[in-house]
């Protein structure tokens, strides 16, 4: 079976710009989420998914950050425009219902110059 | 607010166990206790969880106390590959995952 997936591993972008990262669950799961770590600091969650809607977005920093869902299948994290502090590690993770373990993919690591 | 207190840091003797504390002394009687560890900068990977029995699996053990206010991760024959950072993670149903900084657990041969 296929674990969650992220994509691209790495992105490089300067202040400004845009980046969209994408993340694909284990099939079958419903419930989504994102996580990010930036240098130095703890893994903190930033939004939860149930199938294609948010059922928790209070982790995300700002309106610069945007999370879709569609068909509840594979989700994308917008950052616009991407700034440097937005630098880290963004993990997604999913799970088969929200009471069982959360299976996470290997991240994507964003750098802002 | 990670609700978990854990050691910054351990070291272990390749073979020998590990033995992870974790403080809890905030959980609710609804809340389960997870383990995950993230090894160097991979994705955090989940190791067991539990509720107020002792739980056994393939990568480990995990003993709660009666009360349920502290939980200890056991790594029986640790190895060089479980060198890593383990978080304790107390959450109920829907609620969302808080990390804490976890511990980092340093095998050594």
């Known amino acids: 079976e296929a674990g969650v997936t992220q994509f691209p591993s790495h992105s490089v972008i300067e202040k400004g710009q845009t980046v969209t990262l994408r993340c694909d669950p284990i099939s079958g799961h419903d419930n989504l989420y994102w996580y990010r770590r930036v240098m130095g600091k703890e893994i903190k969650f930033l939004l939860h998914f149930v199938k294609e809607s948010k059922q928790d977005e209070s982790g995300m920093p700002n309106n610069r950050f945007l999370a879709e869902r569609t068909g509840g299948t594979y989700s994308t994290l917008k950052v616009q425009p991407a700034e440097l502090e937005d630098s880290g590690v963004y993990f997604c993770?999913?799970?088969?219902?929200?009471?069982?373990?959360?299976?996470f993919g290997p991240g994507t690591r964003l750098t802002v110059l | 607010d990670a609700k978990t207190t854990q050691p910054p840091s351990m070291d272990c003797a390749e073979g020998r166990a590990a033995n992870l504390p974790c403080n809890h002394s905030?959980?609710?009687?609804?809340?389960?206790v997870y383990w995950y560890r993230q090894i160097h900068s991979q994705g955090p990977q989940y190791i067991i969880h539990g509720l107020k029995n002792n739980e056994t699996n393939e990568m480990a053990s995990l003993i709660i106390t009666e009360d349920r206010k502290s939980s200890t991760l056991i790594l029986p024959h640790a190895t060089l590959r479980d060198t890593a950072v383990y978080y304790c993670?107390?959450?109920?149903?829907?609620?969302?995952?808080?990390f804490g900084a976890g511990t980092r657990l340093t095998v050594k041969p």
């Open positions: 905030t959980i609710s009687g609804n809340e389960y």
């Open positions: 993670i107390v959450i109920w149903g829907d609620n969302d995952m808080r």
């Open positions: 993770a999913s799970s088969q219902s929200s009471y069982n373990e959360q299976f």
